[in-house]
């Protein structure tokens, strides 16, 4: 914490390590960069990018992740969010949804549309999407135990408004590896949510080739705990279990690969961040190319969207945020990030206001077009400190996959417990070292005047009817819909699912068509696989 001296703050030290626990040299000359580890933007081993000519070509996707309440306001919001120069949709879905529950389940009620939008069957789906033109906009969801229930309803609604699936563009979180480990909406056991994972996947790259069906995410996992590094190594560790899963169901890698892509938080040590995406997307690059023989560089490439903002923002002094966000912003434009969420200054401790919204979606306006560092690729490289910094990471990444590896791969480790246990020994030692003041927080545990108060000028009120009027929509879709179609539709799904071989998505796309909402097909697998017991590690 502060200390004074005659009066005055005594400012914390420096530390001579990154956040991420690696040595910074005071000064570092040329002998640290290899040129052939560097190599061209656009070319393998993608250190530089992926794309030659950066975003010179194609600005990356401009995201605010929003949902809340009913599909009548979140589609409001998303409307607004449009008008001021969002290019992409992110949904957020509240927990019921992402947890496999209807609205009318015990366990639903309380939180019903409270950390986003509730959406349990194509009616409010409909609505979520009312006037917006699928086969022009790129939509994200930030779902995974039902990411192949949302998928399937999400083509639904392109059905019912005749946009072409081939047409659509966007991405399903759908990475449930990392919901064992750091979130907790898994729904199923590991083996049958990986076949569900590979079926979408199978089925995306038929049917909806634009879409990217899974993104694999390591952000989770670092807002729980996890260093930079060690977010990088989970990630590709997941990657790698994916691309197992598919190459034994018989998948064609240089085909699945291409529309594979992964997802990160970004904090606020900002040489951190960019060599970690520097790092894993040459490591990527070589596994694919050194593990399965993927010779095709399109296959190779490492695809990424970002969150900025996460953990790293809190409650106290609410208004440094906006600084944190465009930090981080800075780090993950880069890093040459595809996609980019800034959270707003007020996520610590509510959903965004308007007004909070468009201040994060004007940072990174002003980064693109007035801060200058969009015009060139990969500004930084050739940087002494950059390139050996990349390097270590790199290195330091490998490290943590290896550990994974000799336990016996991340569905081992996930199943016995391990790797929960070592994230959270890792949110322990985060949190002690911020309780310590050893981690600077400005604003929390460091330069913070005594007395202060947070304020902000707009605080968002949740309206208190919503879990009403969301229960009876509900409850009208259930007295106007078919149940012989339901539950022909349902038996179809559960005897499918009774079948290792058969893809689910045609049958959970019947469903979604017949009104079957997600509680009902949740039950309907559950009937056939169970659900995923937390081992308990002493």
Not at 127 to 149: E, V
Request: hydrophobic share 40%; aromatic share 8%; with cysteine.
């Amino acid at each position: 914490m502060n200390e004074t001296v005659q009066g005055r703050l005594r400012p914390p030290q420096l530390t001579q390590t990154s956040a991420a626990g690696i040595e910074v040299p005071v000064r570092i000359g040329p002998e640290a960069v290899d040129p052939a580890r560097v190599g061209e933007p656009g070319e393998p081993p993608f250190t530089r990018g992926i794309f030659a000519d950066g975003f010179r070509g194609r600005l990356w996707t401009i995201r605010q992740y929003s949902g809340f309440g009913t599909a009548e306001e979140s589609n409001e919001r998303y409307r607004f969010l449009l008008d001021q120069g969002q290019t992409g949709l992110s949904v957020a879905l509240d927990l019921p949804t992402q947890c496999g529950l209807d609205p009318v389940d015990p366990m639903a009620r309380p939180e019903i549309g409270k950390v986003g939008v509730s959406l349990s069957n194509l009616s409010e789906a409909e609505i979520l999407f009312r006037g917006l033109d699928l086969g022009a906009i790129s939509t994200s969801f930030t779902i995974n135990g039902t990411a192949a229930i949302i998928y399937a309803m999400y083509l639904a609604v392109a059905d019912k408004q005749g946009v072409a699936r081939s047409k659509l563009t966007g991405t399903i979180q759908n990475d449930i590896l990392k919901e064992y480990v750091a979130r907790g909406t898994w729904i199923f056991p590991v083996r049958p949510s990986m076949r569900l994972i590979a079926d979408t996947i199978l089925f995306s790259n038929d049917e909806t080739p634009r879409f990217n069906p899974i993104s694999i995410a390591g952000a989770h996992v670092r807002d729980a705990g996890a260093t930079a590094v060690e977010e990088m190594a989970y990630t590709l560790a997941n990657g790698l279990a994916y691309v197992d899963e598919l190459r034994r169901r018989g998948g064609d890698i240089g085909k699945f690969a291409r529309r594979l892509s992964f997802f990160f938080y970004v904090h606020m040590d900002l040489f951190d961040e960019v060599c970690k995406f520097r790092a894993g997307r040459r490591l990527w690059a070589r596994l694919l190319r050194e593990r399965y023989g993927v010779a095709d560089a399109k296959a190779q490439m490492f695809r990424f969207g970002v969150v900025c903002g996460g953990s790293s923002l809190v409650a106290a002094q609410p208004y440094n945020n906006i600084v944190r966000v465009a930090v981080e912003t800075m780090a993950a434009v880069l890093g040459g990030a595809q996609s980019i969420f800034t959270c707003a200054f007020d996520e610590a401790f509510q959903i965004p206001t308007e007004f909070s919204a468009e201040i994060a979606v004007r940072t990174q306006q002003m980064i693109a077009y007035e801060s200058g560092i969009a015009r060139s690729v990969d500004p930084l490289g050739g940087s002494y400190f950059v390139e050996q910094h990349t390097d270590r990471m790199e290195a330091a990444i490998e490290a943590v996959m290896r550990e994974i590896d000799e336990y016996g791969g991340v569905v081992k480790a996930i199943e016995d417990g391990w790797l929960q246990m070592r994230l959270a020994e890792r949110g322990l030692e985060r949190k002690t070292r911020i309780d310590s003041g050893e981690t600077v927080i400005v604003g929390q545990n460091h330069f913070r005047r005594e007395g202060q108060r947070n304020e902000i000028g707009e605080v968002f009120h949740l309206d208190p009817t919503i879990a009403q009027r969301v229960l009876e929509k509900y409850q009208r879709v259930r007295d106007t819909r078919s149940q012989a179609q339901v539950d022909a539709s349902l038996a179809r799904l559960g005897e499918a699912a009774a079948r290792d071989d058969e893809n689910l998505m045609p049958y959970l796309v019947d469903c979604c068509h017949a009104y079957a909402t997600v509680g009902e097909m949740v039950a309907r697998l559950k009937r056939e696989w169970g659900e995923f017991q937390e081992p308990v590690r002493l």
